[in-house]
Structures are given as C-alpha cells and as structure tokens.
C-alpha cells in the first residue's frame, strides 16, 4: 500500500523503511520489493549493483519472480558481470515455478548463445 498506493496513500520513504527491517528479518519479499526499487529508483536513486543483489538474495529463497530479474540481470550483465551459466539456472528456476516470462528469457538466451549476440536490454522487472 505505502509503495504503490493500493488501497491508501504513496509513502515511499516509509514503505523502504518497513521493506528493509522486513529484509533484515529474512522475508524474500521484502528483499524483492528493494531490488525492484532500486532497480526503477522508486524512492531511492537507482543502483543496478545493489537491485542485482537484493534480487539474488530473494531468489535464492525461491521468489520466483526474483528469480526472473536475477535472471535478467545476469544474462545482460546488469549491476555486474554477465554470466549466462548463473542466468541459465535461475531462469529456470522460475520457469518451474510457473513465470511465463521467463520461458522467454530462456529461449532467448539460448538464441544469443547460438549468435553469440548479446540479449536484448530489458526491465528487471516488467
């Protein structure tokens, strides 16, 4: 509600703060929820490095859509070294737990591997 003004109004400062104790406490939503801000600097300014992590961080607890930016990320050297191995992996981590998009992602990072062209720039998160 705080972040995106569903059902209340917009408070972004706070809506980072309560994202950040929830991330302290191990809730991989929270730390979601600070890659996508950083990411698109909702709130804050952006910085791909650390979206990069927060996203990894979530992913590795099975958030599947952290799964899908980290995945992005990693295939178009966002916030860091390209590393289509990594990419590969949690693509299709999130590909099993349903995100259609990252079916996508997957079928496109296979066509560069064979082009060896580098994957077009996406959102992290659409």
Avoid: C, I
Avoid at 103 to 112: D, F, I, K, V
């Amino acid at each position: 509600m705080l972040f995106n003004a569903r059902g209340g109004a917009r408070d972004l400062p706070r809506a980072l703060e309560l994202f950040r104790q929830a991330a302290a406490r191990d809730h991989s939503g929270a730390k979601f929820a600070l890659g996508v801000a950083l990411n698109r600097g909702h709130g804050v300014p952006a910085d791909p490095p650390m979206a990069r992590e927060w996203f990894l961080a979530a992913a590795r607890q099975g958030h599947a859509e952290a799964q899908l930016a980290a995945g992005r990320y990693l295939a178009n050297g966002t916030g860091g070294a390209a590393d289509h191995e990594q990419a590969r992996r949690w693509l299709e981590q999130a590909a099993k737990r349903g995100v259609a998009a990252a079916r996508t992602e997957l079928e496109a990072l296979s066509r560069s591997r064979q082009t060896t062209e580098r994957l077009p720039r996406h959102e992290a998160v659409d």
